[in-house]
């Protein structure tokens, strides 16, 4: 029989032990989230998605005519406790192209402060890492100071399919969350009546957006702004590489792979301003309590997303309607056909998995508010 002593002595090494596999366990987790998001054998190929939380951890790519900004995959918390990785409800991912930090400024003084004061939300900037030295060099300080943003490894211009590809990778990698919204940066969002009203919609099957339809027979979602649960989002990712078709516009890109799931849920918002944009209207200039009304108002341009924020009275509404049969809205098939769209959307999917390339350049896409943007033909 052991002496006490050696009782003793056995009962820490017992502990050592346990404590040691319990850091083996815990370091193998996270591991395979950062595998399912950076390794080189996904869909895309090449590594997936350059994330940075500490400006000091970034450093530039070489290359003859940008830089790419390519980060040590740390699990560090953000300046703004934003935390990388975590159980939350809601995650909220803007799209921005890198020279617009003037409207992620304006959102980090509006809708923005409910990422910091609510813990079922977290949300980030993402943007494009493959640009010059100087852009680098100003967004590196610019997430030092907010540490709220998202790098992918693209040049910018209309790779817009790519992006969202990313984009949801990155989410599913580092956060257990319910649902996923992704939006532009020139759409002011009602987050706090979102974040409420999301407790009285479904955990499976929603797609949540405004929808297009067309004269066309087509139906899609708008890329402005889409919400999607988390089943859709595991869905979308769990594709055959082999089979996955990427596109240079999201919507559409989106709307294909929707085709191979049908037990969706179409919810098409009508509070959800699509076009034209609100910033153009006379029935935007000075209204009042937006968010008794609408969810959310796309080309919120310049101060615009200041005045309607001030506007705004965003929080909990007791009105919650109700999610009516689609085809009440659009008598349309949902099943999306490519080859209907015309003019200069109409292109055809490729593989994402090969690298695909429209041939597009890799201009900044200006959008509505240099008139870039209008409606689908």
């Not at 010059?132 to 060099?137: D, E, I, L, M, Q």
């Not at 294909?256 to 006379?282: G, V």
Request: net charge positive; glycine share 6%.
């Amino acid at each position: 029989m052991l002496s006490l002593q050696n009782q003793k002595k056995l009962l820490v090494f017992a502990s050592v032990i346990c404590l040691v596999c319990l850091v083996l366990v815990q370091k193998n987790s996270f591991k395979t989230r950062l595998h399912y998001a950076f390794h080189s054998n996904s869909s895309l190929g090449d590594g997936f998605i350059s994330s940075r939380t500490n400006a000091s951890d970034a450093e530039l790519g070489s290359g003859p005519k940008n830089s790419s900004i390519t980060i040590k995959l740390k699990k560090v918390a953000t300046k703004n406790n934003l935390n990388i990785t975590g159980n939350v409800t809601l995650i909220v991912i803007i799209s921005t192209a890198p020279e617009r930090s003037q409207r992620r400024e304006r959102i980090r003084k509006t809708y923005w402060k409910h990422c910091y004061n609510d813990s079922e939300v977290r949300c980030f900037f993402v943007t494009d890492g493959k640009v010059s030295s100087n852009v680098s060099k100003q967004l590196q300080e610019e997430n030092r100071r907010y540490g709220d943003m998202v790098f992918q490894p693209l040049a910018g211009g209309r790779e817009f399919g790519l992006r969202f590809l990313h984009q949801i990778r990155w989410a599913s990698a580092n956060f257990n969350f319910e649902y996923f919204l992704r939006a532009d940066d020139d759409y002011f969002i009602c987050l706090s009546r979102l974040i409420h009203e999301l407790k009285h919609r479904p955990k499976e099957n929603l797609v949540w957006a405004n929808f297009h339809c067309d004269g066309q027979n087509l139906v899609w979602p708008d890329e402005a702004w889409m919400v999607f649960t988390r089943d859709i989002i595991h869905r979308f990712l769990g594709q055959n590489k082999t089979e996955m078709f990427c596109h240079p516009h999201a919507d559409q890109q989106i709307a294909l792979w929707l085709n191979n799931i049908p037990s969706k849920l179409y919810f098409h918002d009508p509070r959800l301003h699509h076009h034209p944009p609100a910033a153009q209207m006379a029935q935007f200039a000075g209204i009042k309590n937006i968010c008794d009304k609408y969810m959310g108002l796309h080309g919120a341009y310049q101060d615009k997303m200041i005045e309607y924020h001030k506007a705004s009275n965003d929080g909990r509404k007791n009105d919650v309607p109700k999610i009516r049969n689609f085809h009440n809205y659009c008598s349309h098939n949902t099943r999306f056909a490519w080859d209907k769209i015309g003019g200069r959307y109409r292109f055809e999917p490729k593989l994402c998995g090969e690298k695909p390339d429209w041939l597009l350049g890799h201009d900044s896409w200006k959008g509505g508010e240099a008139g870039q943007w209008r409606r689908r033909r």
